[in-house]
């Protein structure tokens, strides 16, 4: 069963930084795109970033542009999304999902991704 599992979720100070994995079962990740989207409540799902199967291309969203890095290390199966310098509107619950190319992923549009993780809360709070 293709399965998509994130991780490293939690509770940060304004200005601190943490950093999401996306983890793969079932399924080889390499051959995959993965982009990462963001959901605060009350508010509707947004793309954040994207990497192509083979992380030679990215994209992020303007409101994390400069902030965020998106890599992967496809030998574990597994995608990353390093959050440096966290503010309040960055609260959400994070999504990794993959999808295979072609893929689309720039501004306000993604489409391709079929296979969602279940989630993973990201509080910034003082």
């Known amino acids: 069963q293709l399965q998509l599992v994130e991780s490293g979720g939690g509770l940060v100070q304004p200005g601190g930084s943490l950093r999401l994995s996306c983890a793969a079962s079932?399924?080889?990740?390499?051959?995959?795109?993965v982009a990462w989207f963001r959901q605060a409540p009350g508010k509707e799902r947004e793309g954040v970033s994207c990497?192509?199967?083979?992380?030679?291309?990215?994209n992020y969203a303007d409101s994390v542009q400069g902030r965020f890095i998106v890599s992967r290390d496809n030998a574990k199966n597994v995608v990353f999304l390093q959050m440096n310098s966290l503010n309040v509107e960055d609260s959400a619950v994070y999504y990794c999902?993959?999808?295979?190319?072609?893929?689309?992923?720039?501004?306000?549009?993604?489409?391709?991704?079929?296979?969602w993780g279940q989630g993973a809360q990201v509080t910034v709070s003082a």
């Open positions: 990497i192509s199967s083979r992380g030679g291309s990215t």
């Open positions: 079932g399924f080889t990740l390499s051959y995959y795109a």
């Open positions: 999902a993959a999808g295979k190319e072609p893929v689309y992923c720039a501004g306000d549009e993604y489409w391709g991704y079929d296979y």
